[in-house]
Structures are given as structure tokens and as C-alpha cells.
């Protein structure tokens, strides 16, 4: 009211659209090639330093004994690092290098798969390990089946609600470092009650990449997942 | 950072509906912003206001706010 009041005799223009139309047009297109391989794609957010990498390292090993065939893009601000350690697991990664972008958008996604080659038909779960923030890549959808937020027990157990969007959006959130659990004041039961305020629908698992607590359990929900979209796409 | 890449999609999507044709300055956006989508009005004023595009240097933005992850543009105002 106040800006018309302002512009009296301005153009006026209705426009009524999603402000990241660009974006979304390009996710839906990544999530058609995703669909036509029946490859599942998880989206992984997370602070940095909570364990995206290290729970791609110790999952790999559970889902090759499950014949799974995994292939990862790597998303960060600089180095190839974490892509190095994921070439260390024998399996096809590429990296992206955002250069001070603080998430991955969908176009970065279609040109990834479009460089690196990989071949989706034969592949069954793409990791996107996104930016570590909790904040930017919440906005930006990649095509992804499940958003998965990680959050590690020492960044506290209100993490939730300071950053409740990256909740609200995802599907699944990994707790992980339980093994640091008996010298840090954090409680899993706190962190559980404040992600589930924002969103009551979030699946939980609780891994320490350390031990590997935790880990066999999320590789054979990922199965299920895999499986669940095969068959999914051939009933359609 | 996010504000700026909210900021240019927003131009984008402006664009490529033909919203911007003959349009010499947008004076306001008024625009619906989800609770949950991250975004901080002033904070995306400011990008549109300093991105180097002088249509939109001296834009004002309105919002309406609601219990989603929506940014959604409603209207601009515009010469």
C-alpha cells in the first residue's frame, strides 16, 4: 500500500511467479535424466566440517557389498580435496569449484553431468554433497529425490532452530560424532525434539563415522530407497 | 551472498517472461517470503540495489511473509 502510495502513477505489473523459476525449470530437467536412469540422487547439506565427506567414505564400502553402484559431485568454494577422497573409494566423482558461491544451483548440476561422463544408467545413488551452509543451498533445488541434512553433535543441540529452513526442507537429517556423545554436554534427545518442531515428518539416523555406528543401518535404508525408485519408475 | 544469487534468479526469471521489456527502472518488487526460505528482506534489498544493474539500483522491496519456503514475486512497479 505504502509503495503505491508512493508510485501513484507507475506501471504496474503482475507477475505471480516463483522467484527461482530459472532455477527450478533447470532442477525438473536434471530430475528427467535422474527419472530415465532410475539413478536415486541425494542432496546433502550440512555446516562445514559436520561429516558430508566422511559419511560418503564410510557408507561406500557397506553399499559396494550391496552391489550398490554409487557416483558423487562433490560441491565446494575451493580445492578438489574432498573429491580426492572419494577417487581414493574407486568410484567415478567430480568436483565442483564454486569460487566463493556459497551453494550448488541446478545449472551447476546439468553441466556436472554433463563433464563428468558419468554413466547414470548403470549407476544407482548419486551423492551431491553440497557447500557447507546451512543457509544458501536450502533455496535451490538440484533435481534431487531427498534432501539429507547433516548436522554433527558438537555444533550443539539448537543447531535446529538456528537454521531452521535447511530442516524444514529436508527429508532425512544424519546425526553424526555419537561417539563424542559422552564428552560433550549436546544431547541427541534435544537436537531430535528441536528438529522435529520444524519438521515432524524428518526420518533420523544416528552414525559416528568414527566407529561406524550407525552406517550399516543408513546403507541398507539407501537400498530400500534405490529399490523403492526402480520400481517405482516401472510402474509408471 | 544468498540474497545476490536470490537477486539475479529473481532478474532472470524478469527476463525471460518479457517483464522487463521497455522497462527503464523498477521502483518496487512486492514480493511473498516464506519463513522458512532463508531470504532476509533487507539483505536482498541491498543486492538488488548493488548489483550493477541500474534498473533496479533505487528498487524498494514490500513483502508479505507466510509459514513456507516460498519467495514468490508478486508485482513490480516500474517506468
Sequence with gaps: ?236 | MHELSIALEVIEMLEKNNYLEDIRIVNAINLTIGNYSGIDKNYLEFAFQNLGDDRFSEVILNCDYNETDDIKVNEIIAD
Design chain 1, 1 to 236: 500500500m505504502e509503495i503505491e502510495k508512493l508510485y501513484p502513477e507507475h506501471k504496474k505489473i503482475s507477475i505471480q511467479k516463483n522467484a527461482l523459476e530459472a532455477n527450478e525449470n533447470i532442477a525438473k530437467s536434471n530430475k528427467s535424466k535422474f527419472e530415465a536412469s532410475k539413478i536415486f540422487v541425494v542432496n546433502l547439506l550440512s555446516s562445514p566440517g559436520s561429516g558430508k565427506t566422511s559419511m560418503i567414505e564410510r557408507i561406500v564400502p557397506f553399499l559396494k557389498d550391496l552391489n550398490v553402484k554409487v557416483c558423487v559431485i562433490e560441491g565446494d568454494v575451493e580445492t578438489d580435496l574432498d573429491k580426492k577422497r572419494i577417487d581414493a573409494l574407486g568410484i567415478p566423482s567430480y568436483q565442483i569449484i564454486t569460487k566463493g558461491t556459497c551453494h550448488l544451483d541446478a545449472k551447476m548440476i546439468d553441466k556436472a553431468l554433463v563433464s563428468s561422463n558419468f554413466d547414470l544408467i548403470n549407476s544407482d545413488i548419486l551423492f551431491i554433497e553440497n557447500v557447507g551452509n546451512l543457509v544458501c543451498p536450502t533455496s535451490f533445488n538440484l533435481g534431487e529425490d531427498f534432501k539429507i541434512v547433516v548436522l554433527s553433535i558438537t555444533e550443539g543441540d539448537d543447531k535446529p532452530l538456528k537454521y531452521p529452513a535447511a530442516f524444514y526442507k529436508s527429508d532425512i537429517m544424519i546425526i553424526n560424532k555419537i561417539d563424542l556423545l559422552n564428552v560433550l554436554d549436546s544431547s541427541i534427545k534435544t537436537i531430535k525434539e528441536n528438529a522435529l518442531s520444524i519438521n515432524n515428518k524428518l526420518k533420523i539416523f544416528e552414525i559416528s563415522c568414527k566407529t561406524n555406528e550407525g552406517i550399516k543401518e543408513l546403507a541398507n535404508y539407501f537400498m530400500e530407497q534405490i529399490i523403492n525408485k526402480r520400481e517405482n519408475n516401472e510402474t509408471k
